[in-house]
């Protein structure tokens, strides 16, 4: 199988200085910086973490609005944090890298995780989504935007052009079923999937507490 982490890697290591004036596909991910900043502005919270934070737009853009909320950025390319650590430079911020499927932080640490046109670049969705249930908090929110495309170009892409000729690390685009068993099946219960413009679509769901979340939370309260 290919090496799509390491693909992923190099590519966006390439792109990071032009990252945020590209005229190709990078450009796409400009048109859903507000929905999904609305998205997580919709409800009240004390810290994020952004998966795939690339050069750190979301959080400079959250950062005006919601000052004293703790931002953590996380990317696989090393390049792209580079650019996010020299543009946004504030002590409620912080970038590391790090792999979407292997997180780097303790249990319980968030209030919301984003991750915004990543997902279709990880070969094992399935950690990502039991790391991102690993690392918020009971209820917290997971919101996903990425790519919408219909079914013959879907299968187009996911079993002809990202196994066999695009060389840039994405692996698969998701359909609605996908997405909506992926957080069901990993804790997660979704509360939205909307279809945005350009072809992107718009998740959130929230951690499920577990039965040991409970637990700590009734000795907490006696
Ligand atoms: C299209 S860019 C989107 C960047 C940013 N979210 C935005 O909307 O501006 C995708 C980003 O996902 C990152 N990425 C890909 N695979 C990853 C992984 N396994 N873990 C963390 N980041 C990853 C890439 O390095 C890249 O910066």
């Known amino acids: 199988m290919k090496d799509y982490k390491e693909l992923s890697r190099i590519e966006f290591n390439k792109q990071a200085e032009k990252f945020d004036t590209a ?10 910086y507000d929905p999904a900043n609305e998205e997580i502005k919709s409800k009240t919270f ?22 004293n909320v703790k931002y953590t ?12 650590k020299k543009k946004v430079v504030n002590e409620n911020v912080t970038f590391v890298v790090g792999d979407a499927e292997n997180l780097p932080f303790e249990d319980n640490s968030f209030d919301v995780i984003l991750c915004k046109e990543s997902i279709h670049h990880y070969p094992n969705p399935e950690k990502f989504f039991q790391e991102s249930y690993r690392v918020l908090r009971p209820n917290g929110r997971l919101v ?14 996911n079993h002809v052009l990202f196994p066999y000729v695009i060389k840039m690390g ?15 099946n990993n804790g997660f219960e979704v509360t939205k999937y909307d279809a945005l413009p350009k072809l992107r679509f718009l998740s959130s769901g929230f951690k499920k507490p577990s039965k040991v979340d409970d637990n700590i939370t009734q000795e907490k309260e006696q």
């Open 23 to 32: 005229e190709n596909c990078y450009k796409l991910c400009q048109d859903s």
């Open 144 to 157: 996903i935007v990425d790519m919408r495309i219909n079914a013959p170009i879907r299968a187009l892409w």
């Open 46 to 67: 004390n810290d994020l973490l952004d998966i795939g934070c690339g050069t750190g737009n979301t959080i400079a853009m959250l950062l005006k609005d919601l000052p």
């Open 170 to 184: 994405d692996c698969h685009v998701f359909n609605e079923t996908e997405i909506r068993d992926l957080y069901t």
């Open 73 to 84: 950025g996380i990317d696989l390319a090393e390049k792209m944090i580079e650019v996010a």
